[in-house]
């Protein structure tokens, strides 16, 4: 059983500026309105862990477990008989912005409860999130 929910917007920016802030999950905390706090350690591939503590959920650690440069990475975390995947995308469009989107899927029998107590707030946030990815990519330069 899987239940997903995907949002997406284009930001101005060039890919690689984007990619970087959005790979560098040490500092997430720092610009990104949905995360309390965040850690990471090692490089960003397949296989590295992390840790995460999102407004309004449960923190807890994730896994890496694909990454295309520069295009898309996926993560993989551990919820009561289940798992909470993220695939996050970065296509860009040729005219100095980025196509940006983001699939949750819910894995297991949790995905009705997700629904009604963490989706909405996902949803709210992720376009604040991806404003927020365009401005910290921007103040890097």
């Known amino acids: 059983m899987m239940y997903s929910f995907t949002e997406e917007a284009v930001i101005t920016g060039e890919v690689a500026k984007i990619w970087a802030v959005a790979t560098d999950v040490a500092r997430w905390s720092e610009w990104d309105p949905h995360e309390e706090e965040s850690r990471f350690d090692g490089e960003f591939?397949?296989?590295?862990e992390g840790w995460v503590k999102p407004k309004?959920?449960?923190?807890?650690?994730?896994?890496?477990v694909a990454v295309e440069p520069e295009q898309s990475w996926t993560s993989e975390a551990g919820i009561p008989f289940g798992k909470l995947r993220g695939h996050r995308?970065?296509?860009p469009l040729g005219d100095g912005t980025v196509r940006v989107a983001e699939r949750v899927e819910v894995h297991g029998p949790m995905g009705p409860l997700f629904k009604?107590?963490?989706e909405k707030g996902m949803r709210r946030?992720?376009?604040?999130t991806f404003a927020a990815l365009e401005k910290e990519a921007r103040s890097r330069d």
């Open 89 to 91: 995308t970065y296509e």
């Open 125 to 128: 946030d992720m376009p604040r």
């Open 56 to 64: 309004g959920a449960p923190a807890g650690p994730f896994t890496i």
């Open 116 to 118: 009604l107590i963490w």
């Open 45 to 48: 591939a397949a296989g590295a």
